[in-house]
């Protein structure tokens, strides 16, 4: 019985640290408000992955999760890295350029309505928008991600079971004046 009990405690200890490190290193996020589809839906819970970016810089087309720069206290935001540090980024007639080239997107639900003027990112932020560009508080609105508010990149999609899999992150391209596709 002293066996039983001690393999017993050992396993539920093991458990224990297993759930609390999984909840560290890659806790879950529920979907609140439609700003990311197509690819993401209300009620969807995803696992972000909070380490990643110890390891290399936010990319363009990561799904990230986090707090708003202008009320932290808010529940955190989802958005695609869209604009990176240094470089300027321009919205007209619902096509998004940086640098003055065309972001290839075939991620979005439909073209941006809104334009946006032409505009540097400053330095260690981010410029973010929503997939669903007409339904979405984002960067557009003038504000940009510092890099210590982003919590982490969306990693995998655990529920509703139709949805399970991979998070939507893209690697979107550009297009160089000439009409070449470039990575």
């Given at each position: 019985?002293?066996v039983?009990?001690?393999?017993?405690?050992?396993?539920l200890?093991?458990?224990?640290?297993?759930?609390?490190?999984?909840?560290?290193?890659?806790?879950?996020?529920?979907?609140?408000?439609?700003s990311?589809?197509?690819?993401?839906?209300?009620?969807?819970?995803?696992?972000?992955?909070?380490v990643v970016?110890?390891?290399?810089?936010?990319?363009?087309?990561?799904?990230?999760?986090?707090?708003n720069?202008d009320n932290?206290?808010?529940?955190?935001?989802i958005?695609r890295?869209i604009?990176?540090?240094?470089?300027?980024?321009?919205?007209?007639?619902?096509v998004?350029?940086?640098?003055?080239l065309?972001?290839?997107?075939?991620?979005?639900?439909?073209p941006?309505s809104?334009?946006?003027?032409?505009?540097?990112?400053?330095?260690n932020?981010?410029?973010?928008?929503?997939?669903?560009r007409?339904?979405?508080?984002?960067?557009?609105?003038?504000?940009?991600?510092?890099?210590?508010?982003?919590?982490?990149?969306?990693?995998?999609?655990?529920?509703?079971?139709?949805?399970?899999?991979?998070a939507?992150n893209?690697?979107?391209?550009?297009?160089?004046?000439t009409?070449?596709?470039s990575?």
């Open positions: 019985m002293k039983f009990l001690r393999e017993f405690l050992a396993i200890v093991l458990a224990i640290a297993i759930f609390l490190l999984t909840q560290a290193t890659i806790p879950g996020f529920y979907v609140d408000g439609s990311m589809e197509p690819n993401l839906h209300p009620g969807q819970t995803l696992r972000i992955n909070k970016y110890n390891f290399h810089e936010p990319e363009r087309g990561d799904v990230i999760v986090f707090l720069p932290p206290d808010e529940p955190p935001y958005k890295i604009g990176l540090p240094g470089e300027t980024i321009e919205i007209k007639d619902g998004v350029y940086i640098n003055g065309k972001l290839g997107e075939p991620y979005i639900k439909d941006s809104r334009s946006f003027p032409e505009q540097k990112i400053p330095e932020e981010y410029f973010v928008l929503g997939d669903n007409n339904n979405s508080q984002d960067s557009r609105a003038g504000w940009t991600v510092p890099v210590e508010s982003i919590i982490g990149k969306a990693w995998l999609s655990t529920w509703p079971p139709s949805e399970w899999g991979l939507p893209y690697s979107p391209t550009t297009l160089t004046a009409g070449e596709m990575q």
